[in-house]
């Protein structure tokens, strides 16, 4: 998008990718944002004008109090879309663009006051897919707090004692997989991070991509641990994701983590600047299917390769683009995006490994910095 393009923006920094992208830092409750000929504009409580004029120093910062009195002179308090009609029109404004998520019932309203919308279908922001150096710094910095997580984690799995009925034992009681995330979200805390839905699922339930996991671990089988937080400081994602087995696997089981690994070494052979994100993922697909591992239903359920090889991240967990079936995305120079092919198999196991990739000339440089080890 053209920073000519006028541009309208309602909501708050904390939650919304574009808004963080547009002010710089976060702010928990909605405001409005709006850009005319190029030139950007910030309305916001009185209690957030000195933090936001410090952290947003390329806008021009008002008081959403010193408006409303402006308004009130004309009658009563008025409503969000009069405010937004006011700040519009006073500099010659009836036609902005709004990102997909806009809210429904606010563009009602401003249309009844014959402000014209136009939805960016592609994003207001779509550089955001692009990263620069010092973004590629801060996904970096966010991937080093999942590490941090991960590495406590494992090491609570090391230190744990096998019980006689097979389920591990942590400092005197069951390792469930609640105590276990409940380890790795500290450590991600410490480190400066959120956490939000940590997968630590073990046995059968790791066969199910986005099971959280519940209930004891258990020795001699596999734990897929999928770490992805958001730093506190930027808002930027890390993205990590290790399958282990505390005690021994079985030799389906190594055959399987052997193939997931090499599956991941060939999608990253095959991010390339203008490599179609569909081929990386039909690579893996027909990779799979050479060695014997075939995606299809049995007994009422799926099981194969049931999701994507990966996705872009930033300021959003999943971002363009995605290496998936029929994706059209083009890869290039500066996206970030998450490499993690998975197999999944209620008879024998699951394995998922994720590792995070920025593109370059050259292809692909791993960011991810973290051991890849199945016992423990």
Known sequence: MSDSENLLIVADSQRDADMLYAVGHFVPDPFI????DGHCHVVIHDAEVNRMRKGAQHCRVLSQAQCLEKLKRKGKPPPLAKMIHFLLTERGVRKVFVPPNFPFGLARDLRNYRIKLRVKKDGVFPEREFKNADEIKKISAALMMAEVGLAEGLQALKTAKIGRDGKLVYHGAPLTSEKLRGVIDTAILQAGGWTGHTIVAGGRQACDPHEPGHGPLRANEPIVIDVFPRSQKTGYFGDITRTVVRGRASEAMRRLYDTVARAQGLAF???????????????VQTFFDTEGYKTCKKRGRMQGFLHCTGHGVGMEIHEAPRLARGSRDALAIGQVVTVEPGLYYP??????????????AQGARNLTKFEKVLEV
Request: hydrophobic share 40%.
């Open 347 to 360: 008879g024998v196991g699951a394995v998922r490994l994720e590792d995070v990739a920025a593109i370059t």
């Open 33 to 36: 944002y709006f850009r005319v």
């Open 269 to 283: 052979s095959r991010l390339r600047p203008e490599t179609k994100a569909g081929d990386v993922h039909e690579a």
